[in-house]
């Protein structure tokens, strides 16, 4: 079980743990899939909606459950439920005592997991396609028939408190994350940690999580995503016979969260420790989401990302690690798949224990280049190309496709926005892409952290 962050863009600060699983778990770009025509997608009486993506080149299907609620949709003060949550939903139920799901997805050589995230908690198994109504009839067993005492809890609340010490205490850049998102985010709930703050954690009681389970878990608030060697109707047949039963849950009100007022101040937050040896920094901004964005906004922010710092040929790369050879990593990524106002950012590291004060002023004088001058019409065309090389490696990855039609609908987008998305990425100008940089990237409202080794209270 493992919480994460969705992002489109692979972060090269490899310890920094909700990012790198984001892209090890996350990890096909959000919306990159092109037009599929075999998707359907169907809703069951009791709410559920299911999609279906037929891939018959293997005999493997994925089988994944996605509910409506993350760390984001947490009470004040509750901080960790969802993920404390999706650690409860491997216990045992009514009808099937703990381990037996997993040692059924063990036993015919299937692959079982979860992760959690600010907008939505998924559950998932790799199995044969034989094995695939059985797969629903547990699913849909623990969706409401979950067997939550104190003797389940007590245990499983201390495994996640020591879950938080290894990935999140014992990690500097996952500290200097959390703090980070709690300036950028002054209003909105992504300021609050996908795992909990540890006080609160130790707080996560039955009363707690059995409140979670009966807001959020059922049928009107999940989708079912299977992909693999199934064909439309199998999966309906198998869907009726089993979440079909289930009877449906209280119809929930739009999920509308605080949003963040002007900023008016830019912030800095340093961090020294003595784990840290090469400095680094990141410098963020709040950006519309492709699901609160307008007029194609999200996609030229997308774009921007490509352009500035993301891969090998970005501009940022090929300026401080190629050419002046001052960075170990630098670059630039945008979290588009989120429910609400998401972040833009840059980031970069130093080669050496000094530099990193001449490193951002170059970081920020690339992007003063980009509001000034604009991207070029090649830039343009290269970074859209390479977006269509990532639809086609999408629909070569059967998870891949089935976490991107899952985080896609989870956060307020449809089918139609994944189908239509190559176009829509094809539209955008090079004049949008600037015009989104001068809007978002103002350095009077950037929120910049650096990472330092000990003793260093300052940036270099």
């Known amino acids: 079980m493992i919480f994460a962050q969705p992002s489109r863009s692979t972060f090269p600060f490899v310890a920094f743990v909700s990012l790198v699983l984001a892209v090890l778990f996350l990890g096909m770009p959000a919306f990159a899939a092109g037009k599929t025509a075999a998707v359907s997608e169907f809703t069951l009486a009791n709410g559920l909606d299911v999609v279906v993506i037929p891939d018959h080149r293997a005999p493997i299907v994925t089988h994944m459950v996605w509910y409506k609620a993350g760390s984001a949709d947490e009470a004040p003060g509750k901080s960790g439920i969802a993920h404390f949550f999706e650690h409860l939903m491997f216990k045992g139920t009514k009808n099937h005592p703990a381990g037996e799901f997993e040692a059924a997805v063990a036993a015919i050589g299937g692959q079982q997991n979860a992760f959690t995230s600010n907008d939505y908690t998924a559950f998932y198994e ?4 034989s094995a695939l109504e059985e797969m629903m009839r547990y699913e849909a067993d623990r969706m409401r028939n979950l067997t939550l005492t104190d003797q389940v809890i007590v245990p499983e609340r201390k495994v996640i408190m020591e879950e938080r010490r290894m990935r999140v205490d014992n990690n500097p850049n996952a500290l200097l994350g959390e703090e980070l998102d709690a300036a950028l985010f002054e209003n909105q709930p992504y300021r609050f940690p996908v795992i909990g703050w540890m006080h609160e954690i130790a707080k996560l009681n039955r009363t707690d999580a059995t409140a979670f389970y009966n807001r959020y878990y059922a049928p009107n608030n999940a989708i079912v ?21 289930l009877a449906r849950g209280e119809d929930l009100p739009p999920r509308v969260r605080p949003t963040e007022p002007v900023h008016h101040a830019k912030k800095t937050v340093t961090l020294s420790d003595p784990r840290v040896t090469l400095p680094s920094f990141r410098k963020l901004w709040i950006v519309p989401s492709y699901h609160t964005a307008r007029n194609g906004e999200a996609e030229a922010l997308d774009l921007l990302a490509e352009i500035l710092g993301d891969g090998t040929r970005s501009r940022l790369y090929q300026a401080f690690v190629v050419k002046k050879d001052v960075a170990s990593s630098v670059g630039a990524y945008y979290q588009g798949t989120m429910l609400d106002d998401t972040k833009f950012a840059v980031y970069g590291a130093t080669i050496g224990p000094t530099g990193l004060h001449d490193l951002e002023k170059g970081v920020d004088a690339e992007i003063e280049r980009i509001k000034k001058d604009g991207v070029t019409a090649d830039e ?9 090389r990532a639809m086609i490696f999408a629909r070569d990855n059967q998870e891949g496709m ?3 039609y899952g985080s896609t609908l989870a ?8 189908e239509d998305w190559p176009e829509r990425i094809d539209a955008v100008t090079a ?5 989104v940089a001068v809007k978002y990237l103002d350095p009077d409202t950037a929120v910049t952290g650096y990472l330092l080794p000990a003793g260093k209270g300052d940036q270099q």
């Open 126 to 129: 790799k199995v044969p396609p």
């Open 225 to 245: 995503v299977v992909a693999g060697d199934v064909t439309p109707d199998e999966v309906r047949r198998d869907a009726e016979a089993t979440y079909g039963k």
């Open 380 to 388: 343009l065309a290269k970074a859209k190309k390479r977006f269509v």
């Open 402 to 404: 089935a976490r991107l």
């Open 411 to 418: 956060t307020g987008g449809t089918i139609k926005d994944i």
């Open 431 to 435: 004049d949008q892409v600037k015009a």
